[in-house]
């Protein structure tokens, strides 16, 4: 996929990273402060501007990106300047999902309470499984 993106170089780059837990963590927290010191605000607007300084700078074209997930806040959603509208102004055809754990938090408070009981085990099984590193590998591997 990085090389359909991005080209031949920058796949063999990814190729050569040490992927371990450890090194991710330690990216996903230096990504996570360099986020919050770019971003002021969590408006729709100054996420899609970062995140297109971000495809422009590193030469990702908009056409390339075929769907969005977002966890429903009004942010994402909103129809006319959500950050999902604004994404559909660049690609029109794009898809937009609901997160699935979001999903079926906001399914449960109006369910049935024997429908609830199975879901909120099916939600609890998921958020064990990605919990735990070796349960998350195992079940990525079966």
Not at 20 to 30: A, F, K, L, T
Not at 57 to 86: R, Y
Request: charged share 25%; proline share 3%.
């Amino acid at each position: 996929m990085v090389e359909f993106i991005l080209g031949t170089e920058a796949a063999q780059k990814m190729k050569d990273m040490p992927l371990s837990n450890h090194v991710i963590g330690g990216r996903v927290e230096d990504m996570s402060c360099d986020i919050l010191d770019q971003i002021t605000t969590t408006k729709a607007a100054d996420v899609f501007r970062l995140l297109d300084e971000f495809f422009q700078k590193h030469q990702i074209k908009w056409e390339k990106v075929g769907s969005v997930c977002t966890d429903g806040a009004p942010a994402m959603l909103e129809n006319t300047s959500g950050f999902a509208a604004l994404v559909k102004e660049r690609v029109p055809d794009i898809i937009t999902k609901h997160c699935v754990l979001h999903r079926h938090a906001l399914a449960e408070k109006t369910l049935p309470s024997h429908f609830k009981e199975v879901l909120s085990v099916c939600v609890k099984v998921v958020n064990y499984i990605r919990e735990l590193t070796l349960n998350h590998s195992i079940q990525v591997i079966l």
